[in-house]
C-alpha cells in the first residue's frame, strides 16, 4: 500500500494537539495503531493492566493539566470494563477522549466474535459518542472529540475506530483542534441585577463546584467572598475551589443525602451559585431547600445547570472568572458604605466560628494521636510536616478524608484532587496519573482498602514506568462509608441504636487483605504502620524512596452513631 495510513495520520493528529501520552491496554483490534507507536516517541504509551483502572489513569492526569487525556481501549470488553471509571470522568467533568478499536466495518453484518455496539455503551456515561466509518474523516472526528471534550461543561468522549476503516489511505490534513474561547460576561445591566439581589442580605452563602477550578477562578472568588462576608460551601469539589484555610471556608456539603445540603441552605436570604448544579447529591430533597424570599443568583457556562432542578431567582450564562471579578466592584457599589462596613463585620464574625471549630478538632485530634488502632489524623499530622509546600494531594481516603484534610488542608490550586464521581478505585491509578503531568512535584495518594482492591493494578504502572508516586492504603478492614450511611439511614427511620450492628459483608477481614504483599508482587516496595512509633520512619522511607512506595496504614473500624453528617465548617466535615 502506497501512501499514509490512518493510523499513522491519527498519531500526527495528536502530536498536533499536543497529546504527550496515550493510556491503554492493548488489543488486537488496534493492531495497526499500536504498531505505529514506535514512530511516535513523544506519544508516549502508558501501559495499564486493566481498563478501569486505565481510564482512571488518564483522569488523574487530566486533572492535573486540565487538558483532554487520550486512552486506547480494546473493542467492546475493553470499554466495558471501563464504565466504571467512565461514569466517575463524566460526573466530575474531566476532559478525556477515549478511542476504542474494533475489527472492521465490514464485518458488521456478520455479527463477528466481540462486536459489539460502542457507541451504544458508551453514550450514558460519556458527554459525546461517535464512530469512524470513511477515511475522509477519522482526523475530522478526532478534532470533533478534542473539542468536545474540552468545551464546558467538560467531559469524556468516545471516538469507535474500527481497524479497516484506519487501515486505508488516509489524505485528511493535519490541523491543530481549536477549542472554542467561552469566556464570556454578563451585560452590564445584568451585572447590576445581580449585584442588588445579594446586596442587603443579612444570611448570605455562596455554593460553588467544579466549574469554578475550571474557569480558574479561585483568585475572584476569594475576592467576591471577602467584599460579600459570605462563607463558601464546596458543593461538588473535585478539586481546589476555595482555600481550606480561608476564614469563610465552609467546607464540603457531601454528596449522598439531600436533608444535609438542605439544612446548609435552609437559613441563607441570599445565594449566589456557581459552577455546579443544585444539587448533585445521591438521595437529593424532591422539593426546593430554600427560604421562599431567598434571592438566588445562579453562574455557569453549562445553561443546562441554571435551574436543572430548582428555581432560582436569576440565571447566568457566564465563565466564573470574568462575572465574580466583574460582580465584585457592582456589589460593593450596590451595598455601599455601610453595607460593606455589615459585610466586613459578618466575615469577621464566621472566620472567629471556623477557627474556634478548626482549633478544637485539631486539639481532639492530638488527644487521640498515641491511640491504637490509629487515627488516620496522627499519620496526617506527621505527614504534613514533612511534605514539601507545593506537594499534591490525591485524595480517596473517603471516611478517612476529614482527619486528613485537617492536617493537609488544600491551599493551592492544582494540589488537591478528590474523587466526587461515586466510583471507587479512582486513588491510587488518578495519584499515578497527576505523577505523570507533575514529575517535578511530590505526589501522594490516598484510597481505602476497598478503593484499593478495584485498580491495584495501577500499581505495576507506576513500577513499569518507574513513576516515582507515593501512595498511602488507609485500612480499616470493611466499607466503613456503608456503615456510616446505614447509620444515617436507619437514624432518619428513627432506630434507637443506629450503630448497634453491621451486616457481616460490610467487613472484608476474612482473610485480612495484605496491601504490602500485594504492592511488592507488582513490583512496588511497600511497608505496615500500625503503631504510632512508626508513623515517622515509615513516612520518611515512603518519601526517601527513589520511585513508587507504598504505606499502607491499619486504623480503627468503630463508627459512631451522627459520624455520616454532612456540611458544616471544613473542620468538621464528613465524606458522605
Not at 295 to 321: E, F, Q, W
Not at 502 to 508: A, H, Q, S, T
Request: proline residues 8%.
Amino acid at each position: 500500500m502506497t501512501g499514509v495510513t490512518g493510523h499513522r495520520r491519527l498519531l500526527e493528529q495528536m502530536r498536533a494537539d499536543g497529546v504527550r501520552h496515550l493510556f491503554g491496554n492493548p488489543g488486537s483490534t488496534e493492531e495497526g495503531l499500536l504498531d505505529e507507536i514506535a514512530r511516535f516517541p513523544d506519544v508516549g504509551y502508558v501501559l495499564g493492566l486493566q481498563e478501569a483502572a486505565v481510564v482512571c489513569l488518564a483522569d488523574g492526569y487530566a486533572q492535573a493539566t486540565h487538558r483532554p487525556s487520550v486512552v486506547l481501549l480494546h473493542s467492546g470488553v475493553g470499554l466495558g470494563n471501563a464504565v466504571g471509571s467512565l461514569c466517575h470522568a463524566k460526573q466530575r467533568g474531566t476532559p478525556m477522549v477515549v478511542l476504542a478499536g474494533e475489527a472492521g466495518v465490514v464485518y458488521e453484518p456478520l455479527e463477528a466474535h466481540m462486536a459489539a455496539d460502542l457507541v451504544g455503551i458508551a453514550r450514558p456515561v460519556t458527554k459525546y459518542a461517535t464512530r469512524a466509518v470513511h477515511p475522509a474523516s477519522v482526523l475530522r472526528q478526532f478534532r470533533r472529540c478534542m473539542k468536545v471534550a474540552a468545551t464546558p461543561p467538560q467531559g469524556p468522549v468516545l471516538l469507535a475506530l474500527p481497524q479497516d476503516v484506519l487501515d486505508q489511505v488516509n489524505d485528511e490534513p493535519v490541523l491543530p483542534t481549536v477549542v472554542p474561547d467561552t469566556r464570556v460576561l454578563p451585560e452590564p445591566a445584568r451585572l447590576r441585577e445581580a449585584a442588588e439581589l445579594l446586596a442587603g442580605a443579612r444570611s448570605p452563602l455562596i455554593l460553588v463546584g467544579d466549574g469554578v477550578a475550571a474557569s480558574e477562578a479561585v483568585p475572584e472568588l476569594e475576592r467576591f467572598a471577602e467584599a460579600w462576608g459570605a462563607p463558601v460551601c464546596l458543593s461538588m469539589a473535585s478539586e481546589l475551589l476555595f482555600p481550606w484555610t480561608h476564614p469563610l471556608c465552609d467546607g464540603l456539603m457531601g454528596h449522598m443525602f439531600g436533608e444535609h445540603s438542605g439544612a446548609a441552605v435552609a437559613d441563607a436570604d441570599a445565594v449566589l451559585v456557581c459552577g455546579t448544579y443544585l444539587f448533585p447529591d445521591v438521595f437529593p430533597l424532591t422539593g426546593s431547600p430554600f427560604r421562599d424570599d431567598a434571592r438566588i443568583v445562579h453562574v455557569d457556562l453549562d445553561p443546562y445547570a441554571i435551574a436543572k432542578n430548582h428555581p432560582v431567582t436569576l440565571g447566568l450564562v457566564s465563565d466564573p472568572r470574568l462575572t465574580l471579578r466583574a460582580l465584585t466592584p457592582a456589589l460593593r457599589q450596590a451595598q455601599g458604605e455601610e453595607g460593606g462596613a455589615e459585610s466586613a463585620r459578618r466575615a469577621e464574625w464566621i472566620g472567629a466560628r471556623h477557627e474556634e471549630a478548626r482549633r478544637a478538632a485539631l486539639e481532639a485530634d492530638r488527644a487521640v494521636r498515641d491511640r491504637v488502632p490509629l487515627r488516620m489524623s496522627a499519620v496526617a499530622e506527621r505527614l504534613a510536616a514533612l511534605l514539601p509546600d507545593d506537594a499534591v494531594v490525591f485524595d480517596e481516603a473517603l471516611t478517612h478524608s476529614p482527619d486528613l484534610t485537617r492536617w493537609l488542608p488544600p491551599r493551592l490550586p492544582g494540589a488537591f484532587f478528590q474523587t466526587p464521581g461515586g466510583t471507587l478505585g479512582v486513588g491510587i491509578p488518578g495519584a499515578v496519573g497527576a505523577k505523570i503531568a507533575h514529575p517535578e512535584r511530590t505526589v501522594v495518594g490516598f484510597t481505602g482498602d476497598g478503593g484499593a482492591m478495584f485498580t491495584f493494578q495501577a500499581l505495576w504502572t507506576a513500577a513499569h514506568h518507574g513513576i516515582d508516586v507515593k501512595l498511602v492504603v488507609c485500612h480499616n478492614s470493611g466499607y466503613r462509608l456503608l456503615k456510616e450511611n446505614l447509620v444515617d439511614y436507619r437514624g432518619d427511620l428513627g432506630d434507637p441504636d443506629p450503630a448497634a450492628e453491621f451486616p457481616w459483608f460490610f467487613d472484608v477481614d476474612r482473610p485480612c487483605v495484605d496491601f504490602v504483599a500485594v504492592a511488592g508482587g507488582l513490583g512496588v516496595p511497600a511497608q505496615r504502620i500500625t503503631e504510632p512509633a512508626e508513623i515517622e520512619p515509615v513516612l520518611k522511607s515512603m518519601l526517601d524512596h527513589e520511585g513508587p512506595f507504598l504505606v499502607e496504614v491499619r486504623l480503627e473500624r468503630d463508627v459512631a452513631a451522627g459520624s455520616a453528617a454532612g456540611g458544616g465548617p471544613v473542620t468538621e466535615v464528613k465524606q458522605s
